[in-house]
């Protein structure tokens, strides 16, 4: 059998939760679950995260989705609505809310959810300088009036544009302009508002600006979120293994060249292996010269570090054997990324970002959980 497969696993999953507790033990933990939790499985994640103080998605699909699973925590949509009609759906799964812009708030005042509702409690989003989603600083006093004495309790939250580089000057302005705003609308609105600044990197480069709800996504599936540290420096655990099989061996002769656009010519006689894997199943075609994979040796589970060559296809892509044991199995092992390489690693091999790959892997794959 074809095995391609991703592997979740749940004990890394809620290792990097705790890790996220330690930094800012003083913050509720908004865990973000949006684009089918990174990629790894909205249902494969949700027990691992059962310590969260809630969940965060991007579409009323998703939020579906995690109540149909159990979920009964805090469940926000971070996005907010798409129109009038999904704004009482949210008030019927107890969604809580992000509002951004006046349609939304004209929404949310024109139909007030039950006191005891969750949809009671609305993310508010303030505009500090990523300038996508968000009020600015005059409408977002009206709106937080409005929407307080329309009997809603405020979450006053935004998003930073460059928390992964700590140096960047944005930081500052975005972390003034909020704590600003908080104040004032502590003092003018309600002393009772509460903040959410913090996605992942700010978490590991902010943690004194954690305020009520931190909302850590990548971190939680165990890649770095800044760009001066690796995951393991970090102490994060790689929350899915990516793996095949080697599906054949065979020797290229010196002078042969190897697959689509004859992209790598043998210098001289070498081992390879066939991986049954490829851009079908989520592995990138862009990876550049630098990209490898492991292959384990079920003998004594020793890993070997094998370059890809040539180019990425489909359904199988070719590693060298070079420096593997002559006698390795046919049906080893191939680690695509997980521990070693971390998608981390990959990514930068394909010019993204590990959070791309995780979310691009297709339907085919198997998927296990560990
Ligand atoms: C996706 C998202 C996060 C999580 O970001 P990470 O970089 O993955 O930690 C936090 N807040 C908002 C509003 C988001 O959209």
New binding site residues.
């Given amino acids: 059998m074809r095995k391609a497969t991703v592997t979740i696993k749940p004990a890394a999953l809620t290792h990097n939760l705790m890790q996220v507790k330690k930094r800012t033990p003083h913050a509720k933990v908004l865990a973000?679950v949006?684009a089918n939790a990174?990629g790894h499985g909205i249902k494969a994640v949700l027990p691992a995260l059962k310590q969260a103080d809630g969940i965060?998605v991007?579409s009323f699909t998703e939020a579906l989705e995690a109540r149909n699973l159990g979920w009964n925590k805090t469940l926000g949509l971070?996005e907010g609505v798409f129109n009038a009609s999904e704004w009482q759906q949210a008030i019927d799964y107890d969604c809580s809310c992000?509002i951004h812009h006046t349609p939304q708030l004209d929404w949310a005042l024109a139909n007030v959810p039950d006191a005891t509702s969750p949809a009671r409690t609305v993310w508010l989003k303030y505009n500090t300088g990523m300038n996508r989603l968000g009020f600015d600083d005059e409408s977002v006093i009206q709106a937080a009036k409005l929407l307080y004495d329309a009997g809603y309790q405020l979450v006053l939250?935004t998003?930073f544009a460059n928390?992964d580089d700590r140096n960047h000057p944005l930081n500052t302005v975005q972390i003034q302009r909020f704590s600003s705003m908080l104040e004032y609308l502590r003092e003018h609105v309600s002393s009772d508002i509460k903040g959410s600044l913090c996605?992942?990197?700010a978490?590991i480069n902010f943690p004194e600006h954690a305020y009520d709800w931190v909302?850590?996504?990548?971190?939680l599936y165990g890649s770095s979120?800044v760009n001066h540290k690796r995951a393991d420096e970090l102490n994060l655990r790689s929350a899915m293994d990516f793996s095949a099989q080697i599906m054949a061996l065979q020797t290229i002769k010196a002078g042969d060249a190897v697959g689509y656009g004859s992209r790598w010519t043998a210098l001289q006689d070498t081992k390879v292996a066939l991986v049954s894997i490829g851009y079908g199943d989520g592995y990138p075609r862009v990876v550049s010269d630098e990209a490898y994979v492991s292959v384990v040796d079920s003998r004594d589970e020793q890993n070997y570090h094998c370059p890809i060559r040539g180019r990425v296809a489909m359904d199988m892509l070719v590693i060298d054997l070079s420096g593997v044991p002559e006698d390795i199995a046919l049906d080893s092992e191939v680690m695509l990324w997980g521990t070693t390489p971390h998608v981390d690693e990959v990514a930068t091999h394909a010019g993204t970002i590990g959070?791309e790959l995780l979310c691009r892997l297709s339907a085919r794959p198997l998927r296990v959980l560990a």
Avoid: L
């Avoid at 909302?215 to 971190?219: A, H, K, L, N, T």
């Fill in positions: 973000m949006k990174y965060g991007a971070i992000v939250t998003h928390a996605n992942s990197a978490i909302r850590p996504g990548i971190m979120p959070y």
